[in-house]
């Protein structure tokens, strides 16, 4: 279908990088057309005002023109600065992670609505500072694999389908989800990759996983989990993560960089 020389389309900006002598390449997340690559032309010149100056994480309205390869900015609006977001570098880096993992898992010219929807409101629940980041980025990596096609199965086991009982199971990222002791013990042969990245997935952490896979951020966001509980569920969805992208993840290391003992001690010395 042709579009318009000429069209409008809201967006937020995922990541930006500099290309010629003046311009930017701009990564956007976008409700009707998925991932999206435009170029801001002149947008590192002082002068340039209209087109250009768009920041990371913002959510942005965009008058378009068609260009031969990838469409050009002609007009750009801030809808949401992210004043708040802004404020605190722990928070920017959860920005960077959000906008990274959408990057990696979004798909260009394919409409995802509820991606678009669950990056705006957890880019917006980030700068409250009530919000727990830590808690927030397990929420969102669980439900952005959901919109993105990779929900891992956390209610029947994987091999033979039968609800998955309240003890410890297993976890198979090769098999996309929970296997449980039975089929570990018995079954292998019948087990994709024969069930040998399976580990071990606490009572806790199951618990943990489907509450906040199914539960919306408005209840998620008073949860405590126990360190031990955090740190299984970290693990296991860093480690799914990886798998599906077949790479590690960039922000990630700055992540761990900021929850280094020594770096938080220093900023609470400040
Ligand atoms: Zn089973």
């Known amino acids: 279908m042709a579009r318009e020389r000429l069209y409008r389309l809201e967006a937020i900006v995922l990541k930006r990088s500099d290309i010629g002598e003046a311009d930017r390449l701009l990564t956007l997340l976008t409700p009707a057309r998925g991932k999206l690559r435009v ?42 600065t992210r004043q708040t977001l802004r404020a605190n570098l722990d928070r920017i880096g959860y920005a960077y992670y959000l906008a990274e993992l959408v990057d990696q898992f979004a798909a260009e010219e394919n409409e995802n609505l509820a991606l678009f929807e669950l990056l705006d409101h957890a880019l917006t629940w980030l700068g409250d500072a009530a919000t727990n980041p830590i808690l927030l980025a397990r929420f969102f ?27 410890e199971n297993y976890f198979s990222i090769t098999t996309g989800g929970v296997l449980d002791p039975n089929c570990v013990a018995t079954q292998r042969e019948h087990i994709e990759g024969r069930a040998r990245d399976a580990q071990t997935l606490s009572l806790n952490a199951l618990k943990a996983l489907r509450y906040l896979q199914t539960r919306s951020w408005d209840t998620v966001r008073a949860v405590r989990l126990s360190a031990a509980t955090h740190a299984e569920i970290e693990t296991l969805l860093y480690r799914y993560i990886a798998h599906h992208l077949e790479r590690n993840l960039k922000s990630v290391e700055f992540l761990r960089e900021l929850r280094q003992p020594s770096v938080m001690a220093e900023r609470e010395s400040r």
């Open 141 to 167: 990596e669980l439900h952005l694999l959901t919109h993105v096609g990779y929900r891992p199965q956390l209610f029947v086991c994987e091999n033979c389908g039968k609800p998955v009982e309240p003890i």
């Open 39 to 80: 170029i801001a032309k002149g947008a590192r010149k002082p002068s340039s005002r209209k087109s250009g100056h768009v920041e990371l994480f913002t959510r942005i309205a965009l008058l378009l023109a068609q260009g031969k390869q990838l469409d050009i900015i002609t007009q750009a609006d801030t809808l949401d």
